[in-house]
């Protein structure tokens, strides 16, 4: 080894100082780095942080977080077709309660008021006698077992509806096979969701005490329906009829959305210019794009969309109202669907079938045309679409 000289031990602890000089920061770009967000500092970018911020920015991501957003989005639209759904079909009904009372009376062929069907004026005569011997309530007899029954029946049928109806435009493009197969099905759903409860409601409407005698109370005659031996397990006497039931429902729910949507739909095109509301200018932000409807369109569109849904599905609903009440006359009698279509042709003939057809109109039509005015009332009013 050479010896170092005093010289060369000088130029190498210059060369030293200069090369850490060159490494410090100075205190500019110190200072600049400190007020650099955290997330952002270089010194604190770690290759994790780097990944990171790679995999929120991709492509991927992105998408996750929007399914997220839609399905959160749709629970919220779910819930609330749900509340306004039960509403409209509590408000529709009570609306028709007295006609409906006198509906099932009619169909039912009860013995004290069977003199007044096929008569001028029969429904109105009918009414007036029930009310001059049980005043206003004996026309509402049963209406809060109905409203039991309605909400959860219109509540899941609105729902499902709108649910089935954005699944089906997925998968099929004629919308007149969508809208009746998702009426079908969510009438369908509703039905058996709330049947035990129509089975209790429909018993009492049918019952007509003497006068000064209370009318019975809804867990009497839950409990002897139950008690009814026809069937060896008592809660099979509240599905009387059923079956038949989901047979009427199909063309009753899917005619009724069908009808529904495509004379709205006809209304903000064709005619438009008369029953078309001005759009709204003052709300650009609102999620609902379509043409609101004036009042009296709207209620017109329900009504025709009951009558058609009222004639498709009737000789079910006459059936299945016969099965219903048939423990009534006979507790051990089952009362099969053959069995009253038998008795009801050979007492009537085809005309049989459509005993309270005419009552049934004057009660469908305000029925439909209150329940889904006030579906999108209330839709508008929450903003959906």
């Avoid at 409906?100 to 009376?105: A, C, P």
């Amino acid at each position: 080894m050479h010896p170092t000289t005093p010289a060369a031990s000088a130029t190498t602890r210059h060369a030293s100082q200069a090369h850490a000089l060159a490494q410090e920061p100075d205190a500019g770009d110190a200072d600049a780095r400190r007020h650099q967000p955290f997330g952002l500092r270089s010194d604190h970018l770690t290759k994790d942080a780097a990944f990171a911020l790679d995999v929120t920015s991709s492509p991927g991501s992105a998408e996750a977080t929007s399914t997220v957003r839609a399905a959160s989005e749709n629970t919220a639209y779910a819930a609330k077709t749900l509340l306004i759904g039960g509403i409209a079909g509590c408000t529709a009904k009570t609306v028709v309660a007295p006609l409906d009372r006198v509906k099932i009376l009619f169909q039912t062929h009860n013995a004290r008021f069977v003199k007044y069907t096929g008569t001028h004026f029969g429904l109105f005569k009918a009414g007036a006698a029930i009310y001059r011997e049980y005043g206003v309530r004996g026309l509402f007899q049963g209406h809060s077992m109905q409203l039991a029954r309605i909400f959860p029946y219109a509540s899941i049928k609105f729902m499902t509806y709108e649910q089935l109806k954005k699944a089906l435009g997925r998968r099929i493009d004629d919308q007149h096979v969508r809208n009746f197969l998702a009426g079908a099905l969510c009438g369908v759903i509703s039905v058996a969701a709330s049947y035990p409860l129509d089975m209790i409601r429909v018993r009492m409407a049918y019952i007509t005490p003497t006068s000064g005698v209370p009318a019975e109370r809804v867990r009497t005659v839950a409990r002897l329906i139950y008690n009814e031996p026809a069937y060896r397990f008592g809660l099979l006497n509240f599905f009387r009829g059923f079956p038949l039931t989901l047979m009427g429902i199909v063309p009753y729910g899917g005619v009724s959305f069908l009808t529904h949507e495509y004379f709205t739909a006809v209304a903000r095109s064709r005619f438009a210019h008369i029953a078309s509301r001005p759009r709204d200018r003052s709300a650009p932000g609102r999620r609902r794009k379509v043409r609101e409807l004036k009042a009296w369109a709207e209620m017109t569109a329900g009504g025709l969309s009951g009558v058609f849904a009222q004639t498709a599905s009737y000789p079910f609903e006459l059936v299945r109202r016969r099965m219903q009440i048939a423990g009534a006359h006979d507790p051990t009698r089952r009362g099969s669907a053959a069995r009253v279509i038998s008795d009801i042709w050979s007492a009537s003939g085809p005309r049989g079938f459509f005993v309270g057809l005419t009552i049934g109109y004057v009660k469908v039509v305000p029925m439909f045309a209150v329940s889904f005015f006030t579906y999108e009332k209330l839709k508008e009013l929450l903003d959906l679409e």
